[in-house]
């Protein structure tokens, strides 16, 4: 089970990720935002934003969005933005 290891606070709408299998990519936090759901709209806040945390290999926030890491793992995959040490 692939879980996210580390994650590195934005400069802007992406967020850093390092998973369990050693591979790594940014993940552009954009699209969520862009969703303007009662979960995702405080993304926009960029003090909200950073108050991001880990939870048994999940990327969430204190108002409960949690995103896999399985599925963040795939979308960077199948987008060409998941890198691997080889790779890099």
Known sequence: MIKIVQATPPPDNRISLVFS???FGEL???PLIDR???LTEPLAD???RNR???EL???CWPNGLELSAASLHQRLRSTGHLR???AA
Do not use: K
């Open 84 to 86: 691997t040490v080889e």
């Open 36 to 38: 303007n759901t009662e």
């Open 21 to 23: 299998d050693g591979s």
């Open 57 to 59: 290999g999940a990327l």
């Open 52 to 54: 991001f945390f880990l």
């Open 28 to 30: 552009d936090l954009q």
């Open 46 to 48: 960029a003090a909200f």
